[in-house]
């Protein structure tokens, strides 16, 4: 018999998991927040999924939204008053100049709150990597895809830490 006459299902085709991934879910306490509220956001998209009857919208929201409830429920949130202001750490707030002069700030934040227009790079990140442990006035070298670059400590802050200790 030919295909064209059997009757296919309408209910779509299941979709698989997200991957967990391999790293610990760490988070700022802002980091945080913005999980919580894209996972409401995601609620309230399945609710007119399902209001609307749109099987495929519901299976795909219903998977994101299992993958971040397990992101939310998996998270450590990192105290910034807890880390040591004097060394580069997740949550730190890192001023570095270049070679060339250039002074850059990047914030180092959970793998979810990565915006790198916004200078928030993730804590896993080479640039990340180079940076962890480093103190004011330290030199480390970023190693890129263009070419190693050695970076300046300037500063270092804890966003949300308080003054100094």
């Known amino acids: 018999m ?3 006459f059997t009757r ?7 979709l698989p998991e997200r991957p967990a991934g391999p790293h610990p879910v ?7 927040a913005q999980l919580r509220a894209r996972a409401e956001a995601l609620r309230r998209e399945l609710e007119a999924a399902q209001e609307r009857a749109d099987a ?12 971040l409830d397990s992101r939310v429920a998996g998270a450590v949130t990192v105290d910034p008053a807890a880390q040591p202001r004097d060394r580069v750490a997740f949550g ?9 002069g250039a002074v850059r700030r990047w914030h180092i934040v959970g793998e979810d709150e990565v915006d790198i227009a916004a ?3 993730s804590w896993i990140s080479p640039l990340a990597r180079a940076l962890d442990g480093a103190r004011v006035g330290d ?15 300037r500063a270092i802050r804890y966003p949300g830490a308080g003054p100094a200790r």
């Open 92 to 100: 730190a707030e890192v001023e570095v100049e270049d070679a060339a």
């Open 26 to 32: 760490y988070v700022t306490p802002a980091g945080l």
């Open 8 to 14: 296919e299902s309408d209910a779509p085709e299941a």
């Open 56 to 67: 495929a919208a519901v299976q795909a929201l219903a998977r994101d939204l299992r993958w």
């Open 119 to 121: 200078g928030r790079v």
């Open 139 to 153: 030199t480390v070298l970023w190693s890129r895809p263009a070419g190693a670059q050695a970076l300046t400590v």
């Open 2 to 4: 030919s295909r064209a």
